[in-house]
């Protein structure tokens, strides 16, 4: 018996010609970027450096489109937006150690946030390979050993026909479930050596699917239609499968509701009467959380965040749904079900029985009463105003960009993404400077409509070189900068724990004039304005600053008195 993957195409003998007699002037950075189009690429991100070069002269014969950022670590947040927005994996080019090593940051987001990067540096010349000190530029005695504690997997290449195989495992490997950034370093000499190798022509793009077991999900779905009081924890795993509509019908046979981690943003309707929104930070939804006695958890790992800083303690039966095996069952016991979760979500609803719960939705507005009481008697009017007027003035259809700033932390509990993929954050890894360069990421990868970023000024000095990026591109995105003077929210940490803050405050530009300078159009606006200005600001074709003086303050956390 034949099955289809025993099956090979006869080449034509067009085919047998041109691989037999391949153009001249081709080089290793030639095959690099022929098996980055035959995989389907179209768009790589990356900063050249001296011992890459041999991959960025091919990019001038390639019809790939190179976007190219001024530091790698934003290189780095560029592509793993690029990757969130499509699925596709996000190709980015670097040199050799100084510019390979300043990418591990965003690497190391790309990874908590299950983005597909396919990081692709140089390496000194293959004589100076091996862990000796032969003195060569940017030499390190082992550089895959900085990435393989960070990134998905590590391939090396040492010769030129190893690049399309090499580059086709890293591909497969950064959109296996979970998707993930890959590591993949190629020599010196390899890149830049005239080559013989045939054209590459095509590649297997296709990763295999993570599937359930069955008799798992059979057991799932006997105590989820059995439940008195199930609920749901959505995490960024829903949005990464594309498994939201799974999950809202899941959510309905069962009459169970839903509450969505900060990386699940979007993954359920926020006004949905069995929507928890993502108040998961709130000590009124853990106990409710506490009190279900099947809760089903789906693409989340229970960490910090999702589990109120570790103070959530469930007592009835975790059903956990996970594609990242290192996550199951890593924080809390539970039938552990490690498969991509639109899969696992489509087995559920293949063998659930429907429940009824007229109460189930009484449950939840009593729950979002209590958590809208408490943050009401904190006196927060100045945060709330802000978070809603950012809300009015983004089109419903236009992703956002947040840096690890207080602006954001409120976004994480409060903010209506209006859709999954809609919202993304660096609180995977907790990074500064993602927001803005992640947000040209995201512009490169759909042009057709506006993009938000928003950082607070500490972060903003991170990636302030970018604005060079967003105007050589022309790239619609809109940069909120909240400008508090300092870092806001360790302010705020250290004046709670110590008295007073050490080291948070700082001199900063006038950034209105600094975009300026760029060729960025910026605006200094107001709480009062700020909802007109931004709006404006989204509606104007290319790059926009608008700058917000103001200090924000975060709402009592809940973990802390339990």
């Not at 098996?35 to 690429?41: D, E, F, Q, R, S």
């Not at 001296?50 to 947040?77: C, K, P, T, W």
């Not at 109460?359 to 729950?367: D, K």
């Not at 993929?421 to 660096?426: D, P, S």
């Amino acid at each position: 018996m034949t099955h289809d993957h025993d099956l090979v195409l006869r080449p034509t003998q067009a085919q047998i010609d041109a691989a037999l007699n391949p153009p001249a002037g081709r080089n290793g950075g030639d095959l690099v970027v022929e098996t980055l189009a035959g995989l389907g690429a179209t768009t790589v991100f990356g900063l050249p450096g001296q011992h890459a070069l041999g991959m960025f002269d091919a990019l001038r014969r390639s019809d790939l489109r190179y976007i190219g950022l001024r530091v790698e670590n934003n290189a780095g947040f560029a592509a793993d937006a690029y990757g969130r927005i499509t699925g596709e994996a996000a190709p980015l080019l670097l040199s050799t150690g100084p510019g390979a090593l300043t990418s591990l940051a965003a690497l190391q987001e790309a990874a908590a946030a299950s983005a597909p990067v396919l990081a692709i540096s140089s390496q000194v010349p293959t004589a100076g390979l091996g862990g000796g000190r032969h003195g060569y530029l940017h030499e390190l005695p082992d550089q895959a050993a900085s990435f393989r504690g960070v990134v998905k997997s590590v391939h090396t290449v040492r010769t030129q026909s190893q690049i399309p195989s090499a580059l086709e495992a890293a591909w497969k490997s950064a959109l296996t479930a979970p998707h993930g950034p890959v590591w993949v370093e190629i020599p010196q000499d390899v890149l830049l050596a005239e080559t013989s190798v045939p054209v590459v022509t095509g590649g297997d793009a296709f990763p295999e699917e993570l599937a359930p077991r069955p008799e798992l999900t059979a057991v799932a779905a006997h105590l989820l239609s059995h439940a008195e009081r199930p609920a749901i924890i959505a995490g960024g795993g829903v949005v990464r499968a594309d498994a939201s509509g799974k999950l809202r019908q899941l959510a309905e046979t069962l009459q169970a509701p839903v509450v969505a981690t900060p990386g699940g943003k979007g993954a359920f309707p926020w006004t949905h009467p069995l929507s928890l929104q993502s108040w998961i930070e709130d000590r009124h939804t853990t106990d409710f959380l506490e009190d279900a006695d099947v809760l089903l958890v789906v693409g989340s790992g229970l960490g910090e965040l999702s589990s109120n800083y570790h103070t959530f303690k469930p007592r009835g039966r975790v059903i956990q749904i996970e594609a990242d095996l290192g996550k199951l069952e890593s924080n809390h016991p539970a039938l552990g079900i490690h498969a991509d979760a639109r899969l696992a979500l489509q087995a559920l609803l293949e063998t659930v029985t429907e429940r009824t719960d007229p109460t189930a939705s009484e449950r939840v507005r009593a729950v979002l009463a209590k958590v809208a009481d408490r943050i009401a008697a904190q006196e927060l009017t100045l945060e709330q105003d802000v978070l809603a007027s950012v809300r009015q003035a983004l089109p419903a259809d236009s992703p956002s960009f947040w840096d690890m700033t207080i602006l954001a932390y409120w976004a994480w509990s409060a903010f209506d993404a209006k859709g999954p993929n809609n919202m993304h954050t660096a609180q995977g890894a907790g990074g500064l400077g993602y927001g803005f360069p992640a947000a040209l990421g995201a512009a490169a990868a759909d042009p057709t409509r506006p993009v938000l970023a928003v950082s607070g000024d500490g972060g903003a000095l991170y990636s302030i070189a970018e604005l060079a990026t967003a105007r050589q591109y022309d790239l619609p995105v809109t940069w909120l900068i909240v400008d508090d003077g300092g870092y806001g929210i360790l302010r705020e940490y250290m004046t709670d724990a110590f008295g007073e803050a050490t080291a948070t405050e700082l001199t900063r530009p006038d950034y209105v004039a600094l975009a300026e300078s760029f060729g960025v159009p910026g605006v200094r606006t107001t709480p009062e304005t700020l909802e007109a200005d931004l709006a404006k600001a989204l509606q104007t074709p290319g790059p926009s600053v608008v700058v917000l003086p103001a200090v924000l303050r975060m709402f009592a956390p809940t973990h802390l008195a339990t």
